[in-house]
């Protein structure tokens, strides 16, 4: 049961333009998302996060917008560089008794930035 | 460099066999997570430890085990290995046990069961 979905294997976008990543969930707990950037051969480094009672946080060239009704957030970079050019992991964490922080990741997109 | 280390970087071994994983969290984090991440999967979350106490379990088979030491590095021990258990382990770390808290990831291990 796959909780945290990523529908887009991939994504290929060109340098200066909006790169828009997808993240669906389905259980109704989850109250805090992350996203998360991997590049080859590293572990995964922690990007921007929101919580549930908000719709939108930003960082600079990142923005995440969440959409609780629809159970989806999405992760905009803009102006996207080439050096964005890696896999993102959209992950949740529920608000639940005894939480103790453990991650439930999406299966990645890997988005490529061509110059 | 997050600041957290695993060992061994890559390990290959023979079906039927065990193995041992390393992680040192990052200076002052008191938690350790592990997750697996087989091909083209994202990563699942295996095991929690805090302060050395086991804190939460995933998914995790019995035939894994790990523990957290005194000087919080922690290890995974993989026994009885099968072809399906080739796969990269993460360890990440984090100050505390608990939501909102930015967890730290190490490079990984990239075991293979031959």
């Known amino acids: 049961d796959q909780q945290v979905k990523q529908n887009s294997p991939s994504l290929s976008v060109q340098e200066g333009r909006i790169s828009i990543l997808n993240c669906d969930y389905t259980n109704s707990m989850f109250d805090y998302f992350l996203w998360y950037k991997k590049y080859p051969a590293e572990g995964p480094t922690f990007l921007i996060s929101?919580?549930?009672?908000?719709d939108k946080n930003e960082d600079g060239r990142f923005t995440v917008f969440l959409n609780k009704s629809a159970k989806h957030l999405s992760l905009h970079i803009v102006p996207s560089q080439p050096g964005d050019s890696a896999v993102y992991f959209c992950?949740?964490?529920?608000?639940?008794?005894?939480?103790?922080?453990?991650?439930?990741f999406g299966q990645g997109t890997t988005l490529q930035v061509k110059p | 460099d997050s600041g957290v280390t695993q060992t061994p970087k890559h390990l290959i071994t023979a079906t039927g066999q065990r193995v041992t994983l390393r992680c040192s969290p990052r200076?002052?984090?008191?938690?350790v997570y592990w997750y697996q991440q087989s091909l083209d999967q994202g990563l699942q979350f295996l095991i929690q430890y805090y302060n050395g106490e086991e804190r939460a379990k995933g998914n995790i088979l019995e035939r894994f085990s790990a523990q957290q030491f005194p000087d919080l590095h922690s290890e995974l021990n993989l026994s009885s290995l099968e072809l399906g258990d080739s796969a990269l382990y993460f360890c990440a770390s984090s100050s505390i046990a608990g939501p909102t808290d930015t967890q730290y990831f190490g490079p990984g291990t990239r075991l293979t069961v031959l």
């Open positions: 200076s002052g984090d008191l938690s």
């Open positions: 929101i919580s549930s009672i908000k």
């Open positions: 992950a949740a964490q529920a608000w639940e008794p005894g939480n103790t922080g453990k991650l439930i």
